[in-house]
């Protein structure tokens, strides 16, 4: 008889997302593009499952970014609570800092519901015109005040639209193809703290590595709507 062996583990979920993140884009991908898009909202579904798709992969990024952060526990920038100022820290020549921000920045305003007050006239031929939309001062903080173009409701360098209720499949676009990129960086700089780039994800039926996913993704989004 031998004696039990004792194991452990860091409960980092990071990869469970991604079958959860593919379930709701082949729900997204089955319906038309841009139902009832205006400048107040687009259709409540696309809204929905786009709110969704952003929100879990801001998610993902984060628990790896946990991971990162137990690996290198020793490192002084592990004292660093803001998970955004621990990856600059550790790594100052990370490329896209200022793009994966606006991910955040996007996530904290549809996960705390920042609230805007909106205006608009009503007509049956050209539906809905905007007169005006105010957000809540009590919502935001820094980063959305030095991200955000408060005129065009728009993140300043990726414009990934603030009013919650435009957000749609474009958006998706630009989240998932900043999150993967930073996920696939920080696996170059150390394998063990981040392993995602042989990971794969059930798609329309077929299995498909989910940077290939997210690539395809990311094309047929940024296709779909050339100006809003």
């Not at 031998?2 to 990071?14: H, L, N, P, W, Y």
């Not at 990370?94 to 805007?116: G, K, M, Q």
């Not at 435009?166 to 630009?174: C, H, P």
């Not at 395809?216 to 809003?228: A, G, L, N, R, V």
């Amino acid at each position: 008889m031998t004696a039990d062996q004792k194991e452990g583990m860091v409960s980092i979920i990071g990869s469970a997302y991604f079958q959860p993140i593919s379930d709701l884009l082949e729900k997204l991908f089955q319906r038309p593009a841009g139902q009832n898009l205006n400048p107040v909202q687009v259709g409540s579904m696309e809204n929905g499952y786009s709110v969704s798709i952003c929100v879990l992969a801001v998610l993902c990024l984060e628990s790896y970014l946990m991971r990162v952060r137990y690996i290198n526990r020793k490192h002084p920038s592990s004292q660093k609570k803001n998970v955004l100022d621990f990856l600059e820290d550790l790594y100052p020549s990370f490329p896209s800092l200022e793009a994966l921000t606006e991910t955040f920045v996007l996530r904290d305003l549809l996960a705390h519901n920042h609230l805007w007050v909106i205006e608009f006239l009503w007509d049956e031929e050209s539906g809905m015109k905007l007169l005006g939309a105010m957000k809540d001062s009590v919502s935001g903080d820094r980063k959305y005040k030095e991200h955000v173009d408060i005129v065009n409701r728009k993140t300043k360098l990726l414009e990934l639209n603030v009013l919650p209720t435009r957000v749609s499949r474009k958006d998706v676009g630009k989240v998932l193809r900043t999150i993967w990129d930073a996920l696939i960086y920080i696996e170059k700089q150390n394998r063990n703290q981040c392993y995602i780039s042989h990971l794969a994800a059930r798609f329309q039926g077929k299995h498909i590595r989910f940077g290939e996913l997210i690539s395809d993704i990311h094309k047929e989004c940024m296709s779909t709507y050339q100006s809003t």
